[in-house]
C-alpha cells in the first residue's frame, strides 16, 4: 500500500496524445457529465500520457500502448499514493480506454486488468464532544456566525456533499425557485449525474438556517439565488470557500474536520442506529451498495465494541 504523501502538482501536457483525449472531453460533455467528472476523467488520461508514456516509453499514439503500460503505471502510482488514490485514477483511465477503444474499434489494453484493491480503513467520525465543540465555537449572532453555523448544522444533518450544500438556492420571493423548504424541512438536491432528490433535515438545522436567513436578508448579495452568502457583503461562497471555512473553524476549536467527515458521520450514525439501509441510500444519492457495505462495516464494528462492553463488564 503506497503512503499518503503531499501530491505534487500533475504534468499534464500529453502531446500527441492530447487530441483522443479531446474527443474524449467531447464525448463526455454530450453525455451529460458534471464538470468534476469530465476534468477528473480527462486529467487521468493526461496525466498518464504525459508521466509515462513520453517520459517512460517510445510510444507516439494510442495504439501503441500496451496492458504493460498500464500495469507499469499504477505500481508508481502504489508506490508514490495511497491505494484509494491509485484506485481511482486507474479506474477514471479506465473510462478513457472504455471510450477509446469502443470510438477507435480496437483492441482496450485494460480490458483485462484489474483495479488495484483498497485497503479496509475505519471510517473517520466524530466524537459527539467534537461535534458539541465545533458548533459551540460558531455561536453568535454576527452574519459571520450565524452562516457558520446553519451550515456545520446542516452537514450534520444531512451528509451532503460539498458541492450539493454548495449548490443550495434560495428565493425569499418566490419559494418554487428555491431548493430550501424550511416549513417542511426538506432540501431539493442537485447531486452526481445532475440526478435530484429530496433530503430531509431535524429541526435544530431549521432554526439555524432561519436564523442565518433574517441576518441574510440585510446581505448586500440578498437577491443572489445561492443561499451562502460571503463575509463583509463578498458574493455568494463558492465551494471551495465553504470547504476552507469548515477547516478553518475545525482548526481554531481543536477538531479534526473537512466537509466529507460530516457525510461519514451521517452515514455511520445512521446505520449505528438502525436506519434502513435502502433509505441511507436514497437519502445518500448512491446508485451503487459499494458504500454502504463501508459504513456498514463501520457500523457494525461500534455496535460490537458495545455489545463487548455490556458483556465483559465485571
Given at each position: 500500500?503506497?503512503?499518503?504523501?503531499?501530491?505534487?502538482p500533475?504534468?499534464l501536457?500529453a502531446g500527441?496524445?492530447q487530441?483522443a483525449?479531446?474527443?474524449?472531453?467531447?464525448?463526455?460533455n454530450?453525455?451529460?457529465?458534471?464538470?468534476?467528472t469530465?476534468?477528473?476523467?480527462?486529467e487521468?488520461a493526461?496525466?498518464f500520457?504525459?508521466?509515462?508514456l513520453?517520459r517512460?516509453?517510445?510510444?507516439t499514439?494510442?495504439?501503441?500502448?500496451?496492458?504493460?503500460?498500464?500495469?507499469?503505471?499504477?505500481?508508481?502510482?502504489l508506490?508514490t499514493?495511497?491505494?484509494?488514490y491509485?484506485?481511482?485514477?486507474?479506474?477514471?483511465?479506465q473510462?478513457?480506454?472504455?471510450w477509446?477503444?469502443?470510438?477507435?474499434?480496437l483492441?482496450?489494453?485494460m480490458?483485462?486488468?484489474r483495479?488495484?484493491?483498497?485497503?479496509?480503513?475505519?471510517?473517520?467520525?466524530?466524537?459527539?464532544d467534537e461535534?458539541?465543540k465545533?458548533?459551540?465555537h460558531?455561536?453568535g449572532?454576527?452574519?459571520?456566525e450565524?452562516?457558520?453555523?446553519a451550515?456545520l448544522s446542516?452537514?450534520k444533518?444531512?451528509?451532503?456533499?460539498?458541492?450539493?450544500?454548495a449548490?443550495?438556492?434560495?428565493?425569499s420571493d418566490?419559494?418554487?425557485?428555491?431548493?430550501?423548504?424550511?416549513m417542511?424541512?426538506?432540501?431539493?438536491v442537485?447531486?452526481?449525474?445532475n440526478?435530484?432528490?429530496?433530503?430531509?433535515?431535524?429541526?435544530?438545522s431549521?432554526?439555524?438556517?432561519?436564523?442565518?436567513i433574517?441576518?441574510?436578508?440585510k446581505?448586500?448579495?440578498a437577491?443572489?439565488?445561492?443561499l451562502?452568502?460571503?463575509?463583509?457583503?463578498?458574493?455568494?461562497?463558492?465551494?471551495?470557500?465553504?470547504?476552507q471555512m469548515?477547516?478553518?473553524?475545525g482548526?481554531?476549536?481543536?477538531?479534526?474536520?473537512h466537509p466529507?467527515?460530516?457525510?461519514?458521520?451521517?452515514?455511520?450514525?445512521?446505520?449505528?442506529?438502525?436506519?434502513?439501509?435502502g433509505?441511507?441510500?436514497?437519502?445518500?444519492?448512491?446508485?451503487?451498495?459499494?458504500?454502504?457495505?463501508?459504513?456498514?462495516?463501520?457500523?457494525?464494528?461500534t455496535?460490537?465494541?458495545?455489545?463487548y462492553?455490556?458483556?465483559?463488564?465485571d
Open positions: 500500500m503506497g503512503t499518503a504523501r503531499t501530491r505534487r500533475k504534468d501536457r500527441a496524445f487530441p483525449i479531446n474527443s474524449f472531453t467531447l464525448h463526455l454530450a453525455e451529460g457529465k458534471s464538470p468534476k469530465v476534468r477528473t476523467y480527462a487521468a493526461q496525466w500520457a504525459a508521466e509515462h513520453r517512460n516509453t517510445d510510444h499514439d494510442w495504439d501503441d500502448v500496451t496492458a504493460d503500460d498500464v500495469r507499469a503505471w499504477t505500481v508508481w502510482l508506490n499514493y495511497s491505494d484509494s491509485a484506485n481511482n485514477q486507474y479506474r477514471a483511465l473510462q478513457f480506454f472504455k477509446w477503444s469502443t470510438d477507435e474499434e483492441p482496450n489494453p480490458a483485462k486488468l483495479p488495484p484493491a483498497v485497503g479496509e480503513k475505519v471510517v473517520p467520525v466524530f466524537t459527539d461535534l458539541t465545533l458548533l459551540k460558531c455561536e449572532k454576527a452574519f459571520t450565524r452562516r457558520d453555523f451550515i446542516l452537514f444533518a444531512t451528509g451532503l456533499r460539498l458541492s450539493e450544500l449548490g443550495i438556492t434560495y428565493d418566490d419559494p418554487d425557485r428555491s431548493d430550501l423548504d424550511l417542511r424541512r426538506e432540501l431539493l442537485t447531486g452526481k449525474g440526478k435530484q432528490r429530496i433530503v430531509r433535515f431535524g429541526h435544530p431549521a432554526r439555524a438556517i432561519d436564523r442565518y433574517r441576518v441574510r436578508a446581505h448586500t448579495y437577491s443572489s439565488r445561492h451562502w452568502l460571503g463575509t463583509n457583503n463578498r458574493p455568494p461562497m463558492t465551494a471551495n470557500g465553504i470547504y469548515v477547516v478553518r473553524r482548526e481554531e476549536c481543536g477538531v479534526a474536520v466529507h467527515k460530516f457525510r461519514h458521520h451521517f452515514s455511520h450514525t445512521w446505520l449505528d442506529k438502525g436506519g434502513a439501509e433509505d441511507l441510500m436514497e437519502l445518500n444519492g448512491w446508485s451503487s451498495p459499494q458504500m454502504l457495505r463501508r459504513y456498514g462495516r463501520s457500523a457494525a464494528s455496535r460490537a465494541r458495545r455489545t462492553d455490556r458483556i465483559m463488564e
